[in-house]
């Protein structure tokens, strides 16, 4: 081949290169002819550096490529040369190599491929690949969009963000990551369908796009997860001032097929260099003070801090810890005695679940609860709490209960009922001695599903109340919708007895319990006041007409041994209690 490309290159017509002594003219027309109807071109180069072939589909295509006339090996290199920006010695690599070769130019595009033809020379097949680049050139930039807003999806944003800290390194240009996530998106596409909520998510990316310079990139790259890439950022500032930006007009209102919708926006702010000079950093830094902003109430905008890696990483070893409790059987039940008003007796326990860690010690339900619950592992907790709740009430003297608290997600998990027909069953504790709490978040999901729940526990025989009674902004209405057996007073409230600044909010507290007592009344229901600490609510909730009390006055949380001995004492006369199995 290095002797094909120094040689001094002749041209000679496919009809014109039958030797006499060759085989049949006629056979050799015939070829020529079914070579030329062949839709690939062809060209043969002698091993003197001839084109003894070209066939007429070849003829055409290097004439789409700018090569007119009688075509030589030396046109071909340079025609290969400009149109694949390869030098002859790359060219000649690749060919002996068997790779093909992409010639572009005039907006055609021809693949090259060599063949050696022993004793002839090299066969070259040309093949015009135009539209079948051109759909590759479309599905590349497809795939690097997002096809329901027409953004750059995560793969483009990577490629832009990749570009803005080349940049950064050559020329010292600044830039800043901006995590938008989309507020109270969720009940949009839960209660108006996913049309609407794909034309919201449209709409927000036009208001994102329409906010930034021509040099930035807006990308979506989730459900409702988009990203600023603010390009050329000279201080925090900046970056500041487009955060507030987003905040404020994601924020505004949208109208959609003739809806009014509100939703929100929360940001996450990372800046490069200061807080990451690679993509992976910097998108986990604008996530973390993502979290962070979630966590301040949403609707605002956080720059990443230094000790919010801190805060994430200590979070991440809770709940590893907090995986491996359940099979450590590291969580205990304490329980916190209700007592009835009336004749001052003992009339049942609240579960209340405490973790204790071999190494961080007890830790507080307000630390692990809320975790659990973003990761889904309070439903596996909250199944154990109802299986070890029924085990240590069945130890009770009768007919004290034992009331759990469900949360939202455990109770729209199809397990539940489930759950708690096997823990009476294996326990023998009668349905009737098991309370289960709900709060109104319950209430506030799919409400036709909750109340066939409910009904379903009712008919086992399992009493119900609502906790944090008086918090939310339709408890009377699901009094309405389902007959609770007990409502809880807000501890809020009791505590508002003897702590208001002055004698009107001290007023408006007895008058809420007050009415949430005669409500109870008269709809033939229980009321527990919660958090009694002191003689003095004790007195004034007994004057408001509550049933019954629960808070440190009466006992503070107990072990399951330490409840049986107070029992044990507190119902003289009482069947003596059997330790729990």
Same mark, same amino acid.
């Given at each position: 081949?290095?002797?094909?490309?120094?040689?001094?290159?002749?041209?000679?017509?496919?009809?014109?290169?039958?030797?006499?002594?060759?085989p049949?003219?006629?056979?050799?027309?015939?070829?020529?002819?079914?070579?030329?109807a062949?839709?690939?071109?062809?060209?043969?180069?002698?091993?003197?550096?001839?084109?003894?072939?070209?066939?007429?589909?070849?003829?055409?295509?290097?004439?789409?490529?700018?090569?007119?006339?009688?075509?030589?090996?030396?046109?071909?290199?340079?025609l290969?040369?400009?149109?694949?920006?390869?030098?002859?010695?790359?060219?000649h690599?690749?060919?002996?190599?068997?790779?093909?070769? *992409?010639?572009?130019?005039?907006?055609?595009?021809?693949?090259?491929?060599?063949?050696d033809?022993?004793?002839?020379?090299?066969?070259?097949?040309?093949?015009? !690949?135009?539209?079948r680049?051109?759909?590759?050139?479309?599905a590349?930039?497809?795939?690097?969009?997002?096809?329901?807003?027409g953004l750059p999806?995560?793969?483009?944003?990577?490629?832009?963000?990749?570009?803005?800290?080349?940049?950064?390194?050559?020329?010292?240009?600044?830039?800043?990551?901006?995590?938008?996530? =989309?507020?109270?998106?969720?009940?949009?596409?839960?209660?108006?369908?996913h049309?609407?909520g794909?034309?919201?998510?449209?709409?927000?990316?036009d208001? =994102?796009?329409?906010?930034?310079?021509?040099?930035?990139?807006?990308?979506?790259?989730?459900?409702?997860?988009?990203?600023?890439?603010?390009?050329?950022?000279?201080?925090?500032?900046e970056?500041?001032?487009?955060?507030?930006?987003?905040?404020?007009?994601?924020?505004?209102?949208?109208?959609?097929?003739?809806?009014?919708?509100?939703?929100?926006?929360?940001v996450?702010?990372?800046?490069a260099?200061?807080?990451?000079?690679?993509a *992976?950093?910097?998108?986990?830094n604008?996530?973390?003070?993502?979290?962070?902003?979630?966590?301040?109430?949403?609707?605002t905008?956080?720059?990443?801090e230094?000790?919010?890696?801190?805060?994430?990483?200590?979070?991440?070893?809770?709940?590893?810890?907090?995986?491996?409790?359940?099979?450590?059987?590291?969580?205990?039940?304490?329980?916190?005695?209700?007592?009835?008003l009336a004749?001052?007796?003992?009339?049942?326990?609240?579960?209340?679940?405490?973790?204790?860690?071999?190494?961080?010690?007890?830790?507080?339900?307000v630390?692990?609860?809320?975790?659990?619950?973003?990761?889904?592992?309070?439903?596996?907790i909250?199944?154990w709490?109802?299986?070890?709740?029924?085990?240590?009430?069945?130890?009770?003297?009768?007919?004290?209960?034992?009331?759990?608290?469900?949360?939202?997600?455990?109770?729209?998990?199809?397990?539940l009922?489930?759950?708690? !027909?096997?823990?009476?069953?294996?326990?023998?504790?009668?349905?009737?001695?098991?309370?289960?709490?709900?709060?109104?978040?319950v209430?506030?999901?799919?409400?036709?599903?909750?109340?066939?729940?409910?009904?379903?526990?009712?008919?086992?025989?399992?009493?119900?109340?609502?906790?944090?009674?008086?918090?939310?902004?339709?408890?009377?209405?699901?009094?309405?919708?389902?007959?609770?057996?007990?409502?809880?007073? *807000?501890?809020?409230?009791?505590?508002?007895?003897?702590?208001?600044?002055?004698?009107?909010?001290?007023?408006d507290?007895?008058?809420?319990?007050?009415?949430?007592?005669? =409500?109870?009344?008269s709809?033939?229901?229980?009321?527990?006041?919660?958090?009694?600490?002191?003689?003095?609510?004790?007195?004034?909730?007994?004057?408001e007409?509550?049933?019954?009390?629960?808070?440190?006055?009466?006992?503070?949380?107990?072990?399951?041994?330490?409840?049986?001995?107070?029992?044990?004492?507190?119902?003289?006369?009482?069947?003596?209690?059997?330790?729990?199995?």
């Amino acid at each position: 081949m290095t002797a094909l490309l120094s040689a001094e290159p002749r041209f000679v017509p496919v009809r014109a290169a039958v030797r006499p002594d060759g085989p049949d003219p006629a056979a050799t027309r015939r070829l020529a002819r079914g070579l030329d109807a062949v839709r690939h071109g062809f060209v043969l180069i002698d091993p003197d550096g001839g084109v003894a072939v070209c066939t007429a589909p070849a003829r055409a295509l290097l004439e789409r490529l700018g090569l007119h006339g009688t075509p030589s090996l030396r046109r071909l290199l340079r025609l290969a040369r400009a149109g694949s920006g390869l030098s002859a010695r790359e060219i000649h690599g690749r060919l002996v190599g068997g790779a093909v070769l *992409d010639v572009a130019a005039g907006g055609h595009s021809v693949q090259v491929e060599m063949h050696d033809v022993p004793g002839e020379g090299v066969a070259l097949v040309l093949e015009d !690949v135009s539209l079948r680049r051109a759909a590759e050139s479309r599905a590349h930039d497809l795939a690097r969009l997002d096809p329901l807003t027409g953004l750059p999806n995560r793969l483009q944003l990577r490629e832009h963000l990749d570009a803005a800290l080349a940049r950064l390194e050559r020329q010292a240009e600044g830039c800043a990551v901006l995590l938008v996530d =989309l507020d109270r998106f969720k009940p949009v596409n839960d209660t108006l369908g996913h049309p609407v909520g794909d034309a919201l998510l449209r709409k927000v990316a036009d208001r =994102l796009r329409a906010m930034v310079r021509a040099g930035d990139t807006v990308a979506r790259i989730g459900g409702d997860e988009f990203v600023v890439l603010q390009a050329g950022v000279a201080e925090p500032g900046e970056a500041q001032a487009l955060a507030r930006r987003v905040v404020d007009l994601v924020g505004r209102t949208y109208m959609i097929e003739g809806q009014l919708l509100s939703i929100g926006a929360s940001v996450g702010v990372a800046l490069a260099p200061a807080d990451g000079q690679d993509a *992976d950093r910097l998108l986990k830094n604008a996530d973390l003070a993502l979290y962070r902003a979630k966590l301040d109430g949403r609707g605002t905008f956080r720059f990443f801090e230094p000790a919010m890696d801190a805060r994430m990483q200590a979070r991440r070893r809770l709940e590893l810890d907090m995986r491996q409790a359940l099979a450590r059987r590291e969580f205990q039940l304490h329980y916190q005695p209700q007592m009835n008003l009336a004749d001052e007796r003992l009339v049942g326990c609240e579960a209340l679940i405490r973790w204790h860690h071999p190494e961080r010690g007890l830790v507080s339900p307000v630390d692990f609860i809320p975790l659990a619950e973003e990761i889904g592992l309070i439903v596996p907790i909250g199944e154990w709490v109802i299986r070890q709740a029924c085990r240590d009430a069945a130890a009770w003297p009768q007919p004290l209960t034992v009331a759990v608290n469900v949360s939202p997600a455990q109770f729209t998990s199809d397990r539940l009922v489930e759950t708690i !027909v096997s823990a009476l069953a294996n326990t023998g504790l009668p349905a009737a001695r098991l309370e289960v709490e709900i709060t109104e978040g319950v209430l506030l999901q799919d409400n036709d599903k909750t109340l066939h729940t409910l009904h379903r526990l009712r008919a086992l025989g399992v009493r119900v109340s609502m906790d944090d009674f008086g918090t939310g902004y339709s408890s009377l209405s699901y009094l309405r919708a389902f007959p609770f057996d007990k409502i809880k007073i *807000d501890r809020s409230f009791v505590a508002g007895l003897c702590t208001g600044t002055d004698a009107g909010t001290k007023a408006d507290g007895e008058a809420i319990i007050r009415a949430i007592a005669g =409500l109870g009344r008269s709809l033939g229901m229980t009321t527990v006041a919660e958090g009694v600490e002191t003689p003095e609510q004790l007195r004034r909730i007994r004057a408001e007409g509550c049933t019954d009390v629960q808070g440190y006055l009466i006992s503070r949380p107990l072990t399951a041994d330490a409840l049986l001995t107070l029992l044990a004492a507190a119902i003289p006369g009482s069947p003596p209690c059997r330790s729990p199995s």
